[in-house]
């Protein structure tokens, strides 16, 4: 098996092969779902106890901004300079992020599995292919990392595991915990609403809060402690409340959310720059919440890339929001003294690339391309000032993997990083699925082929 990490295969092949077989089940609701077992266990890099995810919506021009590649489409304002050998950076879009470059990597070597956005943002959620069938079955990333990490939730933790931040317009939809318990769903947060709707700050307030979360309480006391199949949707509704009544009762809690506007104004004050705040917030409350999925939209430039409200203005939010939150996690220190960028995985990616090769003529734009794109990781263990990878010189294809394997890498190996980054098994299987499917945390079928997934190694030096 440990081979097919330099041959892989496609399912075609697998099939004839007589490797594996595929049934088709009907989806059967309510099935209990045994525990999470490893036939052969990994050995997990347990190097950072927080997860936040950047998620570049709309898929950024890989050859325009972080694997820069010059030539007649390049507009002059660019200001390209060298910052060092083979990094060739656009100053004029990302200033403040050049000063922060020995503290990440990028990895240039990343391929998607699809082009079209909703299956490949499901990818990016999931890290499984998107199958129509048992769509709501799988779980985020996201929310297996907050079932794994249950057991390490103090007592005095009050935020939930899982928080999303302005997943609103993304074609796939915020996905959810599947077939695991809504206690490890997303909790997630518009930046664009009032804020102070997440905190309870007067006496007053808090005293009528309680007396009506009693009463409900009260009110719907024997569907809450109907063990009943028929009851499990209101039990997971009711997990969602006591999360919710967790995180408005507690004192701190408001802090979190009050933005202050030295901030704003330093991360940008945009949606982008004040969900990074927040998730800085939520590191260093170091309260529950371990995986944080952050959205930058408008991403998708067919036409007109290189006009001021494409991607000079998305570059220009994102340049002060991840640089400052990378700047402020790397100066904020706990106890022991220990970074707060040293506990956190930083990953700032999208779903895929964008076409490479000139755009003069038609619309001026690039359309999706899933055969090359970039993303930057920092923290949480990773050697930063370093660039994994190489594509050829307009941006088409990857002629150096740069990790020791024959091939790209994929959504599954970032989920497979992340997963060993947290101290997670990523080998492990859940048998006793609704669907009657076992569900691998690393799916082997990948979209197209038979692959197994391995963490990014050279990340961490």
């Not at 809450?224 to 999360?243: G, I």
């Not at 704003?264 to 004050?269: D, H, L, M, S």
């Not at 203005?313 to 002060?320: A, C, I, M, N, T």
Request: aromatic share 10%.
């Amino acid at each position: 098996m440990s081979r097919l990490l330099d041959n892989y295969i496609t399912r075609r092949q697998a099939f004839r092969a007589g490797a594996t077989s595929v049934a088709a089940y009907s989806f059967l609701p309510l099935l209990e779902a045994q525990a999470a077992k490893s036939a052969q266990s990994a050995k997990p890099r347990n190097s950072a106890k927080f997860v936040i995810w950047v998620m570049l919506d709309g898929g950024q021009s890989h050859l325009d901004t972080w694997d820069l590649k010059e030539d007649k489409w390049t507009p002059p304002d660019f200001n390209v300079k060298e910052l060092r050998p083979g990094v060739r950076w656009p100053m004029a879009l990302y200033p403040k992020l050049a000063k922060q470059l020995d503290r990440v990597a990028l990895v240039r070597s990343l391929e998607a599995w699809d082009s079209v956005h909703g299956r490949a943002q499901y990818y990016v959620q999931a890290a499984h292919s998107l199958n129509p069938s048992l769509h709501k079955e799988i779980p985020a990333v996201g929310s297996v990392v907050a079932m794994e990490c249950h057991n390490r939730r103090k007592p005095s933790d009050c935020l939930p595991s899982y928080v999303a931040l302005n997943v609103v317009q993304n074609q796939a939809g915020l996905l959810k915990s599947g077939f695991l318990p809504a206690l490890y769903s997303p909790f997630h947060i518009q930046t664009q609403t009032d804020l102070s709707a997440y905190a309870v700050d007067s006496d007053e307030e808090k005293k009528e809060f309680q007396r009506r979360w009693a009463m409900l309480k009260d009110f719907d006391s024997r569907l809450r402690n109907d063990s009943s199949l028929q009851a499990k949707a209101f039990r997971d509704y009711n997990d969602h409340y006591e999360s919710a009544v967790r995180l408005l009762s507690d004192p701190r809690t408001a802090p979190l959310f009050q933005l202050s506007s030295e901030d704003k104004a330093r991360y940008g004050g945009t949606d982008v720059g004040d969900a990074c705040i927040i998730a800085r917030n939520l590191i260093e409350a170091d309260a529950g919440t371990k995986f944080i999925f952050l959205l930058h939209r408008d991403w998708d430039h067919h036409s007109n890339i290189y006009t001021r409200n494409n991607i000079y203005k998305r570059s220009e939010e994102l340049d002060p929001a991840l640089s400052n939150l990378l700047a402020d996690l790397a100066s904020r220190k706990r106890a022991n003294g220990t970074t707060l960028l040293d506990e956190t995985l930083v990953i700032a990616v999208g779903e895929f690339g964008r076409t490479p090769g000139n755009i003069t003529d038609g619309l001026k734009g690039r359309d999706h391309y899933q055969y090359a794109f970039t993303g930057l990781f920092a923290g949480g263990g990773v050697k930063g000032g370093q660039v994994i990878g190489k594509t050829n010189p307009d941006g088409s294809k990857i002629v150096d993997a740069g990790w020791g394997v024959k091939r790209s890498i994929y959504t599954e190996d970032i989920a497979t990083t992340i997963y060993s980054a947290m101290g997670i098994d990523w080998r492990k299987t859940i048998k006793g699925t609704p669907s009657g499917r076992d569900f691998y945390y690393i799916e082997p079928f990948a979209s197209q082929k038979m692959i197994v997934s391995r963490e990014i190694e050279p990340l961490f030096g």
